[in-house]
């Protein structure tokens, strides 16, 4: 008998604090897919991420906001990457 993860994956989707674009495709069989909407110069560059467990999900957003405070914290100071 499989567990509904669903309102797992919800609570951790929440979590999010990134400008990119998430929203939830499908919970299926514990397996949730995630699509990222990009727009590279004018088009849409849809992405999929599929997850076998909370844990898995959770740790990809984490990644995701930390990338998100680093863009942030290189905005913010004096040092830019490029020079």
């Not at 008998?1 to 990134?18: D, G, S």
């Not at 849409?44 to 999900?57: D, H, M, T, V």
Request: charge should be negative.
């Amino acid at each position: 008998m499989a567990l509904n993860l669903e309102p797992v994956y919800r609570e951790i989707f929440e979590k999010f604090k990134t400008r990119k674009k998430f929203s939830i495709r499908i919970v299926e069989k514990n397996i949730l897919t995630v699509d990222q909407d990009e727009e590279i110069c004018g088009q849409k560059e849809p992405r999929a991420f599929e997850f076998k467990s909370p844990k898995e999900f959770e740790e990809f957003v984490r990644l995701e906001n930390q990338f998100e405070k680093d863009i942030e914290s290189q905005l913010q100071g004096n040092k830019m990457p490029y020079r």
